[in-house]
């Protein structure tokens, strides 16, 4: 890994499932980003705050309950009335291929399911890292189609 | 570049884009010097102790404790990086339920990032940064990483040492440095069997050195027991506004050494001093006549 991240896994809402959310903070601290796990049970709010003070390049959602029809978007929208409209933001947990399309259209660029590898979130992060480095749109407030499948 | 009107207005994301840039080395201490010429100090807390005594849910107490009279704080988690990958796992948020629930509370985890001492080197210009913005007090967790440990002592004017029942021991020498520092040891999870003897000893490694016995409290962060005395010490501290002697000893080495690793020369230096072309003589008066 050439470049080193500064990464959030969030756990927003009631959802008490974290070991997904483990696996993924160990994976990409081993792929060499610097990562912060928020722990169980945080508000939008609360996760947008972690966001701005940790000056987080990706913040990465967890969610196993169900509630990210609902979370998902309204961390996106506080990220983007905070002026943090660059941070890449992406998904992963039980997250039915329905509900995707929706998420992809406000600002998510990549979500993730049960068995995803280490390798096919590095070649995520490899991917938006090169847009963002081009100038292309990627941040979750930037104007864009783009996501990873 | 640093943002100075955003920065002043109090703008949070300014701030930890300008901690960034520090952190990379992008901004030095003369920068921050330069734009911020009448630094007054913020009242600096640390917290040390061996992996896994408690600090981080010790620190959710002190947090609260501090929100409650609504002043302006900010905390700074450190933790190792993995000399294997570079990256690093920053947990400490976890057990401090407080860390991100109010706008009085500005929360930054540091990874080590492979600098020799438990605390990153340019921490200081952070301090300096958090000092000239006005937040009112500022506390440090560590990595219990053992003796490098005592440079927070450097950089903080108070410093909490935090044992456990539990807790491994680490070596006795380099808890000896650390227990002459201390200005308030606790002993926490006393919810435990073998807590008081662990007060005990402690107690008695002071009634032999007789210069130095800081307060020695037992607490419960599991229970939340002993934080009542805890709060009436660190204000007395507080109040009395001391600085050890000490302390101003290890800051200068700590300066000195920075400014040893940040030396222009510093790798061809070592590199000629590895093939054996100069002696370390050679080494250091070629370091000192640059400095
Ligand atoms: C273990 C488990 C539990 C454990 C959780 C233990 C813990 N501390 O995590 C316990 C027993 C506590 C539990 C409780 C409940 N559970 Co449960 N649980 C599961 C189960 C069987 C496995 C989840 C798991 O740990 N997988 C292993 C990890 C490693 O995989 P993962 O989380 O999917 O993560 C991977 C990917 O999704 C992805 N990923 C995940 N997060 C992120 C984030 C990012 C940023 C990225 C990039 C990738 C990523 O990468 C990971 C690695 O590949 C699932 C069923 C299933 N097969 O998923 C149900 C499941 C999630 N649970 C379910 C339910 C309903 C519950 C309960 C409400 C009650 C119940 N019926 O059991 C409670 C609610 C608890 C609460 N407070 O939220 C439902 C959820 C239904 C839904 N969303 O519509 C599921 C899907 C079972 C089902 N088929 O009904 N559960
Ligand atoms: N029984 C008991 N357990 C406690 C107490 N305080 C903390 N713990 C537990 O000790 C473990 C470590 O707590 P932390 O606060 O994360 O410790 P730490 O010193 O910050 O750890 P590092 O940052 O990893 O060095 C957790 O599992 C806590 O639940 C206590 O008073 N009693
Ligand atoms: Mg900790």
Redesign the pocket.
């Known amino acids: 890994m050439d470049e080193r991240l500064r990464i959030i896994i969030a756990k927003p809402g009631l959802d008490g499932h974290d070991r997904g959310a483990k696996v993924v903070a160990r994976a990409l601290r081993d792929a060499g980003h610097e990562v912060i796990y928020t722990g169980l049970r945080r508000t939008p709010e609360e996760i947008v705050r972690t966001v701005i003070d940790e000056d987080a390049d990706f913040l990465g959602l967890s969610s196993l309950s169900g509630a990210h029809n609902f979370l998902i978007p309204k961390i996106v929208e506080l990220l983007v009335a905070s002026d943090c409209n660059d941070v890449i933001v992406f998904a992963g947990g039980i997250i039915p291929e329905k509900d995707r399309g929706n998420l992809f259209s406000k600002g998510v660029r990549a979500i993730f399911g049960p068995g995803t590898s280490s390798t096919q979130m590095s070649d995520f992060i490899g991917s938006a890292v090169k847009r963002r480095d081009e100038s292309l749109p990627v941040g979750c407030g930037e104007d864009s189609d783009w996501h990873w499948d | 570049m640093m943002d100075l009107i955003k920065l002043k207005s109090g703008d949070r994301r300014a701030l930890s884009k300008t901690i960034s840039m520090i952190e990379s080395g992008e901004i030095n201490s003369a920068i921050i010097k330069e734009k911020f010429p009448n630094i007054k100090t913020a009242e600096i807390w640390a917290i040390t ?1 061996s ?7 010790i620190c959710e107490y002190i947090i609260g404790d501090w929100l409650k009279n609504n002043q302006k704080i900010a905390v700074l988690a450190v933790d190792p990086s993995s000399p294997l990958s570079g990256g690093a796992l920053l947990g ?1 948020r976890i ?1 401090i339920n407080n860390s991100d629930n109010s706008d009085n509370i500005f929360f930054r985890s540091l990874a080590t990032r492979g600098q020799s001492g438990a605390i990153p080197s340019n921490i200081s210009d952070i301090l300096d940064l958090l000092s000239a913005l006005n937040f009112e007090k500022i506390l440090i ?1 560590t990595v ?1 990483a053992g003796q490098a440990e005592v440079r927070v002592a450097a950089v903080s004017q108070y410093l909490l040492l935090v044992e456990a029942p539990d807790s491994g021991d680490m070596l006795q020498a380099e808890k000896a440095g650390l227990m002459e520092l201390a200005d308030i040891l606790l002993v ?2 006393s ?2 069997e073998r807590a008081n003897e662990k007060a005990e000893q402690l107690s008695l490694a002071f009634q032999l050195s007789s210069n130095h016995s800081p307060p020695i409290l037992m607490v ?3 229970q939340n027991s002993g934080f009542e005395e805890l709060f009436l010490e660190m204000e007395k501290l507080s109040k009395s506004g001391k600085n050890h002697k000490i302390k101003s000893r290890i800051s200068l080495s700590f300066a000195w050494e920075n400014l040893l690793w940040n030396h222009k020369d510093v790798s061809k230096v070592l590199e000629k001093l590895e093939s054996e072309q100069i002696t370390l003589d050679e080494a250091i008066n070629h370091l000192k006549e640059e400095l």
């Open positions: 102790g992996p896994g005594v408690g600090k981080s849910c400490d057990r967790e219990g926490n999870k919810d435990l419960s962060a599991k």
